[in-house]
């Protein structure tokens, strides 16, 4: 047991011997040059170090310090490879035109891609304020925002764990290390423009297209989609139908382009006229996306209750033709002013138009709209909606003198509940008041 002890003393102290004299000996791996400065060993990126042993089980690098004796610890990815000093200073060489160059980053969430291109998988995601060290400049294809490029250069860079990959510049602020960083000026922007997109809400393009059509649909508007700057709380709201996302910032600064850059967010505002505005952001997968949204003159309230109005007046137009309608194919038809019906006898329309067991009575609904083609033919389309089982069976109309013309819509083409064209072979009923 003694000898044992002896003898594993002895080859402790041999490999300790040995690590000195491997650490002592320079040039025993070769040469580096670093790619991440170490300003607390004075050290800069681009600096000539020699490299004196290698970790794998650490991933470290034991590394010289010019002009002192001292050795320290760096990760692999914060120098090149080890090699002969021609040709570390070789390798360097792609990286001389971003020597001690920098960016912070201004977006939360912006990607660093596999390549040079938007579409590329991404490799690392950025955080805003996080730095990380420019590398060179390589050539690819720039993202789109709406129909134009963004102005920028894709970058090779480096992230401060290692992780290396391309990151378009328009969202970088570039800055060389060895320069004194003077306080960013903050620009208060007084654009009489500009304030009112924040005092006001914006909503989708495509809600003015409807109102002027005189086609709105209740539901979607019940569901309020809209963009809110939040001037007074800081706070952006965007609801739309896929997303309902919330940013905070702290003003809004103009770009050189003349559109606007809500601080703290990837959100930029195009002040097309005073009621539209084109915004862009990156979705939660990097995505450039671009939204269309206008001002409305009256409230989502006001252009409900309008809507309301109109269907009651139609509603009146029915009843002012008559309430009792019959027809000897197709059954009993009674209109009541609380905009409900029964219709009996209809067993010849189950279940081609109407549904099996649908019942008698139901409601009256003016929720679908007519094109303008089919608007010279009829005066619009009516749903009746069945008590028992909900199923909305719509029919164009026509009023006439003697009674009520139907055509049924079963293979009519309808979207966004607009008919758009009428179905082929349609069934026409005609129903007279009494």
């Not at 491997?22 to 060993?41: D, F, H, K, Q, T």
């Not at 109102?211 to 709105?216: F, L, P, S, Y």
């Not at 099996?356 to 139901?362: H, K, N, T």
Request: proline share 4%; charged share 20%.
């Amino acid at each position: 047991m003694k000898i044992c002890n002896c003898f594993r003393a002895f080859i402790l102290a041999a490999v300790f011997g040995i690590s000195l004299l491997y650490i002592s000996c320079s040039n025993r791996l070769g040469y580096s040059v670093m790619l991440w400065s170490l300003p607390e060993a004075g050290l800069g990126d681009g600096d000539l170090v020699q490299v004196y042993i290698k970790s794998n089980i650490s991933q470290v690098y034991v590394i010289g310090t010019p002009g002192s004796q001292q050795k320290i610890e760096v990760p692999f990815w914060q120098i090149t490879n080890p090699t002969t000093k021609a040709k570390a200073l070789k390798a360097y060489e792609p990286y001389k035109e971003y020597q001690s160059v920098y960016a912070s980053v201004v977006t939360d969430g912006l990607p660093v891609r596999y390549e040079p291109v938007n579409t590329s998988r991404q490799v690392y995601r950025l955080r805003k304020g996080e730095n990380l060290k420019i590398l060179q400049k390589g050539v690819g294809t720039a993202p789109v925002s709406g129909s134009k490029s963004l102005p920028g250069d894709w970058l090779w860079v480096m992230t401060s764990d290692g992780t290396t990959g391309w990151c378009f510049s328009y969202n970088l602020k570039l800055f060389d290390e060895n320069m004194p960083q003077q306080a960013e000026e903050v620009e208060i922007v007084h654009d009489e423009t500009l304030e009112t997109a924040l005092d006001s809400v914006w909503y989708p393009e495509e809600y003015l297209t409807i109102i002027n059509n005189n086609q709105v649909d209740i539901p979607r508007f019940e569901k309020n989609y809209y963009f809110n700057p939040g001037k007074e709380t800081g706070t952006i709201e965007i609801r739309m139908p896929d997303m309902f996302k919330t940013w905070d910032y702290e003003g809004a600064e103009k770009l050189e382009n003349g559109n606007y850059r809500f601080k703290g967010t990837s959100l930029t505002m195009s002040i097309r006229k005073n009621d539209v505005i084109v915004l862009q952001y990156s979705d939660s997968k990097g995505r450039q996306k671009s939204e269309t949204f206008v001002l409305l003159t009256a409230s989502i309230e006001e252009i409900i209750s309008g809507e309301e109005a109109r269907r009651s007046a139609l509603l009146s137009r029915f009843l002012m033709a008559g309430s009792v309608f019959s027809s000897s194919n197709y059954g009993d038809l009674l209109l009541l002013e609380d905009g409900t019906f029964s219709w009996s006898s209809y067993q010849r329309l189950v279940p081609t138009v109407i549904p099996s067991q649908s019942g008698e009575r139901g409601k009256i609904v003016f929720d679908t709209f007519v094109n303008a083609s089919i608007a010279s033919v009829y005066d619009g389309v009516v749903t009746f909606v069945f008590e028992k089982n909900k199923k909305p069976v719509r029919f164009l109309y026509k009023l006439e003198t003697d009674g009520i013309r139907f055509e049924e819509t079963a293979d009519a083409t309808i979207k966004d509940n607009v008919v758009t064209a009428r179905g082929t072979n349609a069934l026409v009923l005609f129903f007279g008041n009494e």
